[in-house]
């Protein structure tokens, strides 16, 4: 008996500044029931999904910023979600942006992704920790970066929950490109891996970098996949979301780093795989065997803190 899940890569396109989380909310369910009527066990969605990037503009009016956050999950609006999973008896993850007053009465900010079961449990929750961008406002940028103004940096490091027959660990967006993020989960005994992301075509920074975008993004994921010998779902918000392009390029990707499924527009669009959970034993066994070929005692450097690292 093979442990093979039907997955779906649930891309979705732009989500308009002014467009309601009833809105987005009611695209996701169509998504999920066109993966369901397809097979799907498990359907992945974006990073922060429920609204539009708002990181990308400057803001220092709280309840303004705090108006793309949720405080309760699922919410209201959510709530539909929840219930047409469990309908259809699917598993979902999905990105929002966490708001939260902590034990201490200090009010919490995340970038966060939970993992759902198919019968509605929060199975698993991750904040992001790679937070990219910047603090404050610079306006030589086509457009703002602030997710180090908007969120802390995660708090519940990097978890992988034993869910729907496997070892499942969670990222958002920016962790992709960190190999540590692969790793920490790998050495968790993860078996897939499932992120999502924000991804604009233009990075202010490095414009020379532009072209390069869609490669960078599937590099570090087939990196990722193949170094740790896990499945990686990348899910994209696509499109020209409010002025800015952002890349597509959500798909699923083996263990050993090919891609066996991909989103082709940049719109709302599922890519689908069969996934056998087992194919990691392939790399986790062989090449990358972590008890047979990796060497920790010469790694101290990978967590030392210095200034300049
Ligand atoms: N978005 C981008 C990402 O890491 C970025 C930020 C874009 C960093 C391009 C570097 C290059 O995909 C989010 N939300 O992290």
């Not at 904040?127 to 030589?140: C, T, Y």
């Not at 034993?162 to 990222?171: K, N, S, T």
Request: aromatic share 10%; with cysteine.
């Amino acid at each position: 008996m093979t442990r093979t899940l039907v997955i779906a890569a649930a891309q979705m396109g732009p989500i308009a500044r002014d467009e309601p989380r009833s809105s987005a909310v009611a695209r996701m369910i169509a998504l999920m029931g066109e993966a369901a009527a397809r097979g799907a066990h498990l359907v992945v969605f974006p990073e922060l999904a429920l609204t539009t990037f708002f990181p990308r503009w400057f803001m220092d009016n709280q309840a303004e910023i705090d108006a793309y956050f949720e405080t309760h999950m699922p919410s209201e609006a959510t709530q539909p979600l929840f219930d047409a999973a469990r309908r259809l008896g699917v598993g979902f993850s999905f990105g929002y942006a966490e708001k939260l007053m902590d034990a201490e009465g200090r009010t919490r900010r995340f970038n966060t992704s939970i993992l759902v079961g198919p019968d509605g449990a929060v199975l698993s929750k991750y904040r992001k920790i790679h937070l990219p961008g910047h603090w404050d406002e610079e306006p030589w940028r086509a457009f703002q970066h602030l997710e180090k103004r908007y969120f802390e940096r995660g708090d519940l490091g990097f978890p992988v929950a034993d869910a729907l027959g496997g070892r499942v660990g969670l990222c958002i967006c920016n962790d992709r490109r960190w190999p540590e993020t692969f790793r920490m989960l790998a050495l968790q005994r993860a078996e897939l891996v499932l992120l999502g992301y924000n991804t604009p075509q233009h990075y202010p920074p490095a414009p020379e970098h532009d072209h390069l975008q869609d490669f960078h993004n599937h590099l570090v994921m087939q990196a990722g996949a193949y170094q740790n010998g896990t499945w990686v779902v990348g899910v994209a918000k696509a499109g020209r979301e409010e002025g800015c392009d952002l890349i597509g390029g959500s798909c699923i990707i083996a263990p050993t780093g090919e891609i066996v499924a991909q989103c082709a527009g940049l719109g709302d669009e599922l890519a689908i795989a069969e996934c056998d959970l087992d194919r990691c034993r392939e790399i986790q066994d062989n090449i990358f065997n972590f008890p047979a070929h990796r060497q920790p005692g010469e790694y101290g450097l990978l967590t030392e803190i210095t200034p300049d690292s």
